[in-house]
């Protein structure tokens, strides 16, 4: 019953905060104007033209006309993709960190707004792991009948509690549930919090089972992992590694081997946390002790991101585990791995589009600006490359062929 009203009041905000554009595919022919183009792959083009057509990039072409939208001054680049979000994350009437359940109307405002921040900061694709009112958000953007990023979820997280979680055979159980659920991917907690030591709560058979029933359902896992855990789930056969601090050289380097995608948080995360203390504190999971492990584990995260980058072949994509505090600030996590875990700037871009894109199973739809994939495209005032603080700077936002936003809209000509 929660969720159905839940699913009521997603869909009473339709009327409210839907623009028209966004209710209809695109089908005009669109051409945009660039001088630099970062092309999500780690490549540069100058001086060119992006048509679009159908919500689909059609070609790169500098002499197609007439243009549309004059991007030129800026840096274009393909939307940007998070792979660790909490969408439906937010605070609550009082203040404070509100229940990732919440299902009354006032949690679905503030769920589509959240949707709404995180599109206008240039994140045109998210990941979020792990609540089950992500589930009509997620259709509801699909649909076209909220505005916000295209949402991929795992409904409900595999919760390790040692042995008391279940058999192997119970987890797959666990794991088919979610696959009939409507999950695009599976989120397994393997450690405790680091915030309580980051100890393993699964054992090597229990993920071996989680991973492998995700396998055989089609569906990738993702798993919140620290120190020994990171390895257990790279044997395992996991997809992706979740946070992985503590994780040692060796550890890296067999993800590297076994092609295993990690996802790291090099700050705003654990930022938010600080800046919003007091929203936090005292809701379920967040004490004194807690907070005080967190000013540590940030350089241990800063010192994790520096390492990992000096991994060959490390496949380290971009999440910012964003949660009440910090949707729509997303961008604040590039900040945060070039200047603190010294991560190069186009590596640091690449890390959230093609290569983001390639973790979540869509490389041959989103990621990057080429012919055939899907036209999310934004539009920077300044060059990332030699200002990353120029990410903050979201002037243009195009999902699937439609404009959301359009800063320089002064600037659309018809020539």
């Not at 209710?23 to 001086?47: E, F, M, N």
């Not at 969408?87 to 404070?96: A, N, Q, Y």
């Amino acid at each position: 019953m929660r969720n159905a009203t839940y699913c009521l009041f997603v869909s009473l905000l339709i009327s409210i905060c839907t623009p028209i554009h966004s209710l209809t595919q695109p089908a005009k022919r669109v051409v945009i104007a660039a001088d630099t183009v970062l092309d999500g792959k780690g490549h540069i083009i100058k001086d060119t033209r992006i048509v679009v057509e159908g919500g689909k990039i059609v070609a790169i072409d500098a002499k197609a006309g007439p243009v549309d939208y004059d991007l030129r001054g800026l840096t274009v680049l393909p939307g940007w993709i998070d792979a660790h979000a909490h969408i439906t994350w937010s605070f609550g009437k009082d203040g404070k960190n509100a229940d990732a359940g919440d299902t009354t109307q006032e949690a679905a405002y503030r769920s589509a707004a959240n949707a709404w921040a995180t599109l206008m900061a240039g994140f045109t694709t998210i990941q979020s792991v792990g609540s089950p009112t992500d589930l009509p958000l997620r259709d509801s953007i699909a649909r076209g009948e909220l505005v916000g990023p295209r949402v991929l979820t795992a409904v409900e997280p595999l919760l390790g509690r040692g042995e008391q979680t279940g058999t192997p055979e119970e987890i797959r159980a666990f794991i088919r549930k979610q696959k009939q659920a409507g999950a695009d991917v599976i989120k397994i907690f393997a450690s405790q919090s680091i915030r309580q030591g980051g100890g393993m709560t699964l054992s090597q058979d229990q993920l071996n089972a989680a991973c492998d029933e995700a396998k055989k359902q089609g569906l990738r896992a993702v798993v919140h992992a620290y120190k020994d855990a990171v390895r257990a789930a790279t044997l395992a056969g996991c997809t992706q590694v979740e946070h992985g601090t503590l994780a040692t050289d060796d550890d890296l380097k067999l993800m590297a081997q076994k092609g295993t995608y990690l996802d790291p948080q090099a700050g705003l995360v654990i930022e938010n946390y600080l800046l919003n203390k007091e929203r936090y504190l005292g809701t379920p999971g967040y004490t004194e002790e807690g907070f005080a492990a967190m000013i540590k584990i940030l350089p241990m995260n800063h010192d994790l991101v520096q390492r990992a980058s000096k991994i060959p072949g490390l496949k380290i994509v971009f999440g910012t585990d964003a949660v009440a505090g910090s949707h729509g600030r997303n961008a604040e996590e590039f900040i945060d791995r070039v200047r603190d875990g010294r991560v190069d700037p186009m590596t640091a871009m690449v890390s959230a589009n093609s290569l983001g894109a390639e973790a979540l199973g869509m490389g041959n739809q989103i990621g990057s600006i080429a012919p055939g994939l899907q036209a999310d495209i934004i539009a920077l005032d300044g060059d990332p490359l030699s200002d990353i603080t120029a990410v903050r700077r979201v002037v243009f936002v195009m999902k699937g062929g439609v404009v959301y936003k359009n800063v320089e809209s002064s600037r659309a000509i018809g020539q």
